[in-house]
């Protein structure tokens, strides 16, 4: 609960980029002939993957289904939406297929890559170190906060999400308590941190998924996605600065 409305403060400020950017290049770029692109129009066309979003998210946060049940939830919602609208064949699944087994095969090999990465270095000790060594700096609250996204940003170009929590919040989290900070508000926090990681190079697994599936050169991706990389950082800077933002909905829920 107390990421959901960080969650949609990013997705407004992504929202609202894309459309600064869409409006900025519609004034040069000519336009093409389209058919009815009234907003009713564009609602009912975004209508069936609105439902399918809102089905595996509901079916996430109302505990019904784990995470990785929702995920099949969503497939099987989404053959039936395509055999509602009567697109649903057998290339088409054969397509996909093929798709799913080019894209989780290029996944498999990122995540064995940053496997043996955080192998080496968790033998180094090198996360446990390093967040051992800011913690003894004696910093001040402000300056803490710095110095730890730093050091989840400059790690998360190398090592997965996972490793690199795993690895370090043994320290980082008492640290960051003991400094004053709610660790439901430092969870948000570390996951915005970790995502930072996770879009810049040279191990940026999303950047890899997206060169996987755009065809894009990698570089190209890179530098799309650094206003994204941005715009996360204004959204932990917005969450450091109004805490309440990620712990007003949690203490309205505990009562």
Known sequence: MAGLLPGLMMAALFSAFIIVRAVANAK????EPRGDTSLLAAL???MPILLLISLVIGAIYSGIATPSESAAIGVTASLLL??????LSVALILDALKGTLLTSAMVCS???AAAMLSAAMAY???PRELAAWIAAQQLSPVLLLLAIALFYVLLGMFLDGISLTVMSLPITLPVIVAAGYDPIWFGVFLVIMVELGQITPPVGFNLFVIQSLSGEPIGRVAMAALPFFLLMCLAAALITGWPQIALWLPEVLSG
């Open 110 to 112: 990122l995540l064995v």
């Open 28 to 31: 040069v770029a000519p336009r």
């Open 44 to 46: 009912g066309l975004l």
């Open 82 to 87: 395509l055999a509602a609208e009567r697109q």
């Open 124 to 126: 180094l000790h090198l």
